[in-house]
């Protein structure tokens, strides 16, 4: 039964008293007519085996609509903000051991295979995609969001997400760019289509399945399928992986894990590589610059421009007086994912751990003030920063590197984990994340540094290493005289106010070296102590730091040779040297 409401672009006028009564009779209103698909559009979802005798399709539906059905169906929460809080159940976080991509003719050739990318054949990958449709078919809603992923209209694709979830939908509604209505009409078929079944799981018994979760890309039918996982993040991560593939092999672009922004007066562009802790997020949302995009962007032969339509902020800690512009951001539209809330007040808790330390908020970029719309820039970058949070305390709070070096750092993509609550974890954990993006590399890494040196070269842009990790010690407890401090922010923003302003290319800035790893370091930043400026010398045990130092060093040396065939011997020797 459907309901004409001018609310909806429809004929018969509706009082606010009649709409709680239809809701607490359980009417709804029919959505289809809103967004419609046209005949060839629901032609597909009949061949796709879709149910359209019973499923109702919910298209591109209002924020406010997904709000009121995540609430009703989900369990969701409203907060105080006017966020939607919402929880994706037993799993919290990606699942990069359940990722595969299809073993097929068109890709093959192209695909980085090993523990990163799981093959997969094409038999089983038909056998999940027919169990995430049928699981489909026995939904009463199923949403369908379509946007692209891409600003710049000459490289972006159409993608169509097809949902179980409003929650899932109003994520995605988030995350890539929302069609105009003009747009939404002529959208036609889609380039890359996610069936996201997440609720349901995979037969773990099926030929190459290990868990009941499996999160899988077809390169040559253009789809993803999600099997037992409700983590939203899948489905981000997933679309970042496909441009992963298609900008370098298809149109000969760069695609990037990271942020950028753009100066407002100078109109400069700096790309900020990170992994996830290391500020990459809060660095570049600065509003003394523009937004470009906070996670995933492409390097193009006409500039830079964000994949997506919104940010993916990480909430642990998260306060108005550290982190504003992302604080300020969450509000009506967006989704707090897994963060605990007062049950009275509904006020989320940012330092509650108690479901996960990864806890999340999606929302749209027009939330952030300084955002750039369109998200783009033709400009060609001044500035790459190169983001590590160091725990054992010893990369220096930022260094300027050498070409090389930038492509030494690049593929070895470091960082470090603090030790967890587990009993007997006393030393931080290194990571190290080729490209700063191992989950989501399709390629070899070397692909993609060899295409950063070129683009590096031909328009000069520098390159610096930032620490925004420990100093003067290494991480451990506050209550230990020989545990260092993490880098305060304010001489982080420092830092990196000077790279935008130009200081160390001035004839007032000195470097010297820094043992080891080779590295150039300045010897004094406006607003920075000088004695941070060097790890050397912030240490209170200088032989305590030679050994981590060499320790550091080594991790490096070790990690590296996976990669020292690829590179040239310049690359090689840009890292670090033990004696």
């Not at 054992?392 to 960082?415: D, K, N």
Request: aromatic share 12%.
């Amino acid at each position: 039964m459907a309901f004409s409401n001018p609310l909806l672009g429809h004929s018969r006028p509706v009082s606010s008293t009649n709409l709680a009564a239809m809701y607490n009779t359980g009417f709804s209103f029919d959505e289809e007519a809103t967004n419609p698909f046209l005949d060839r559009d629901l032609k597909y979802f009949s061949e796709a085996g879709f149910d359209m005798e019973r499923i109702h399709l919910r298209r591109n539906a209002p924020v406010a609509q997904l709000y009121e059905e995540a609430i009703r169906n989900e369990g969701a929460v409203l907060a105080d903000s006017g966020a939607l809080i919402n929880f994706s159940g037993k799993k919290t976080g990606r699942s990069p051991k359940d990722k595969r991509i299809v073993y097929e003719e068109t890709s093959k050739d192209q695909v980085w295979w090993g523990p990163v990318n799981i093959k997969m054949d094409e038999h089983t990958f038909e056998i999940n995609r027919e169990r995430a449709i049928d699981y489909l078919n026995t939904r009463d809603l199923v949403y369908v969001f379509d946007g692209y992923a891409g600003w710049d209209p000459k490289y972006r694709i159409k993608v169509r997400v097809i949902c179980a979830r409003a929650y899932h939908a109003l994520f995605m509604n988030n995350m890539l760019i929302r069609p105009t209505a003009e747009e939404l009409k002529t959208f036609g078929e889609p380039d890359f289509i996610i069936y996201n079944a997440g609720q349901f799981p995979a037969n773990r018994f099926t030929t190459g399945m290990t868990s009941t979760t499996s999160v899988e890309v077809n390169f040559k039918r253009m789809e993803m399928v999600i099997l037992g996982t409700e983590y939203a993040g899948e489905m981000k991560k997933g679309i970042f992986s496909v441009m992963h593939y298609l900008m370098p092999v298809k149109f000969g672009q760069l695609s990037l894990h990271s942020s950028a922004n753009e100066g407002r007066e100078k109109g400069d562009v700096t790309l900020f590589f990170g992994l996830s802790g290391t500020g990459k997020t809060t660095l570049s949302a600065d509003p003394k610059r523009m937004l470009i995009g906070d996670d995933e962007h492409v390097w193009s032969d006409d500039g830079v421009f964000n994949i997506e339509g919104g940010c993916y902020a990480k909430c642990i800690n998260l306060s108005a007086e550290k982190e504003p512009e992302i604080f300020n951001a969450i509000k009506f539209g967006s989704v707090l994912e897994n963060v605990v809330f007062d049950p009275r007040s509904r006020k989320p808790d940012y330092d509650d751990v108690s479901i996960t330390e990864n806890t999340r908020c999606a929302y749209p970029i027009e939330n952030i003030p300084s955002a750039k719309i369109p998200c783009l820039s033709e400009r060609q970058p001044s500035n790459i920063i190169m983001l590590t949070c160091d725990a054992y305390g010893v990369l220096p709070p930022i260094s300027r590197l050498t070409p090389e070096q930038a492509q030494y750092h690049f593929i070895a993509g470091y960082t470090s984990k603090t030790p967890g609550t587990e009993d007997g974890v006393l030393e931080p954990i290194p990571t190290f994340s080729t490209c700063y993006s191992a989950p989501f590399i399709i390629l070899h890494p070397s692909r993609y540094a060899k295409m950063l040196a070129e683009r590096m070269s031909k328009h000069k842009t520098a390159c610096y290493l930032i620490n925004t990790g420990w100093t003067g010690g290494k991480y451990g407890p506050e209550s230990n005289p020989a545990s260092g401090k993490r880098c305060p922010l304010k001489y982080t923003r420092a830092i990196v106010d000077a790279v935008h302003a130009g200081y160390f290319n001035t004839p007032e800035a000195e470097f010297e070296k820094f043992p080891v790893f080779n590295l150039n370091i300045p010897k004094h930043v406006p607003g920075v102590p000088d004695e941070l400026l060097n790890p050397a010398r912030a240490w209170r045990d200088p032989e305590a730091f030679e050994r981590e130092c060499e320790k550091l060093g080594g991790m490096f040396q070790k990690a590296f040779r996976v990669y020292s065939d690829v590179v040239s011997e310049e690359v090689r020797n840009a890292g670090p040297i033990i004696d």
